[in-house]
């Protein structure tokens, strides 16, 4: 039987532009462009889906093309999509993501305002949901008083909670809010943001810890990962043996994280799991990689 995980947050387009040489700032620069579904939440619930384990989204769209196509991608990715908020206030959100010649992240835009219909009052109604699943992942891309009621309700079920930072501007989010999260899988900058702490990955962490996070999985780039809990801070080197674009890197780390915790109720296994999964994304243009499966990542770690 397949294990139900909802995903609570972004659902949009994605738009990335990949230059064919050297970034020119100011000019027009000749760039292979994808377009395709994307979101924090809607990447993380696809890749779950493609690691066989019931994924149910709850999110927001317009009532528009775009979301009829992201929709569409998702559901046929076996991403449960019963239970989004459709609504005909704002349209779905967009992420355009400008990418180097070597695949790595010059500059990024995006434009979420949809998520600003998506209230405690839809959460409230989608409760049930969430009082059954087995584990809950969550992206900042939602608002303050919505990230207060999953936190809460995941506190007073015994649901295990793992949230996403997503960036800088929206890890703020979470200040004061930290108090009994799970997991959380920040990286460097967001680290930084959430403790005023610089260049000290350990000693952020375990500020984090003395908030109230049980888990840190802070992610490095080409360096790995981090995972500090009570006790004491593991590293995690990439096994990324090539890099054709990041974008989505960190969401699959995260589901293959997810993924590990639930097969294996190990956190050393299922950071190998987690390291697994951004290598296979990383290694192609899509920002979930059709290849993720199972019996992929299984194959990666038995290589450690």
Known sequence: MKTQVTVIGGLNMDIKAKSKKDLV????NPSDIEIS???VGRNIAHNLALLDLQSILLSAVGDD???HSVIAQTAQAGVNMEHLMISNLKKTGKYIAILDSQGEMSMAVSDMGILEVLDTDYLESKLELIKSSQFVVCDTNVSVDCLKFIIESCKIYNIPLCIDPV???KAIKLK???EGIDILTPNVLELQVLTGIENNVEKASEELIHLG??????TLGPKGLCHTDKNKSTYFPSIAKSIMDVTGAGDSLTAGLIYGLLEYKSFELACLCGSAAAAITLSSKETVNSKINKAEITK???KL
């Open 25 to 28: 700032s100011g000019d027009s």
């Open 37 to 39: 579904a994307g979101g």
């Open 65 to 67: 093309i775009e979301s």
């Open 167 to 169: 960036s800088a501007a």
């Open 176 to 178: 004061g809010l930290l």
């Open 213 to 218: 996070v049980k888990n840190v999985i802070a």
């Open 300 to 302: 990666l770690i038995h």
